[in-house]
């Protein structure tokens, strides 16, 4: 299957600062990347949704001016979580979908983010 | 919101057959997944299903969905030690806005020898 890197794998930063996590999607092209969160012992939820070239479309909920997303290329996408706190310690999962009528998205490895 | 609800755990022998069930709520859903997270790794994407099938075989998975009901369910034939992990159920709607996945809370599957 199509291979979805992140970079980095887990960060742990102080509180106030800014945290950017990449997302390239390595052997296709990716017209359209989700960002999720997955809290301990709970369910990916979807942040946004991030289509090349536009810009994104965010969850109910979601600060967009907190949680900035950028997807400059059809095999990058990033995510910069600004002034992060301590409450953004998360699991943050892309996922990358070939063209708008694929069925299926491939799963980055997730990026552990601890804010102390 | 549409909500996507699975058991938290199932406990199965080694050898026998592993029954994950899934419970889905809106009825646009256009495709159903199953996703396979092992410990400290990513969601490898297991089988997904359109939502105008009732069944897909693949090798030890069967998927099964019943619409009527919005219930599906992952079938591991000889389940083994290395199908320990949490499985996800995620259910795609009919588009408009923002299509990314709606998933469930995981089923940790734990194998007894």
């Known amino acids: 299957g199509a291979v979805v890197s992140q970079h980095p794998s887990r960060v742990i930063c102080k509180s106030g600062t800014s945290v950017k996590i990449e997302c390239r999607s390595l052997?296709?092209?990716?017209?359209?990347m989700f960002w999720y969160r997955q809290f301990p012992k709970q369910s990916l939820m979807l942040m946004a949704t991030?289509?090349?070239?536009?810009?994104?479309?965010?969850e109910q909920g979601v600060e967009k001016d907190k949680f900035l997303i950028n997807h400059a290329s059809l095999t990058l996408s990033t995510l910069t979580v600004t002034s992060a706190h301590p409450e953004d310690s998360s699991f943050y999962i892309c996922s990358a979908r070939v063209g708008t009528g694929s069925e299926t998205q491939y799963f980055g490895p997730g990026t552990r983010l601890l804010v102390l | 919101g549409e909500d996507v609800e699975q058991s938290l755990f199932l406990s199965v022998r080694e050898g026998d057959s592993s029954v994950i069930n899934c419970t889905y709520t809106d009825s646009s859903s256009t495709y159903l997944y199953w996703y396979k997270q092992e410990p400290g790794a990513g969601l490898q994407l297991l089988t997904y299903?359109?939502?105008?099938?009732d069944m897909k075989q693949d090798q030890r998975l069967t998927v099964l969905l019943n619409k009527k009901d919005k219930h599906l369910s992952l079938r591991i034939a000889d389940t083994q030690t290395g199908d320990s992990a949490i499985y996800f159920c995620a259910e795609r709607g009919s588009g408009g806005g923002a299509d990314g996945l709606t998933f469930g809370k995981g089923t940790h599957l734990i194998i007894q020898p």
């Open positions: 299903i359109f939502s105008n099938m």
């Open positions: 991030s289509n090349e070239g536009s810009k994104a479309t965010y």
């Open positions: 052997d296709f092209q990716a017209t359209t």
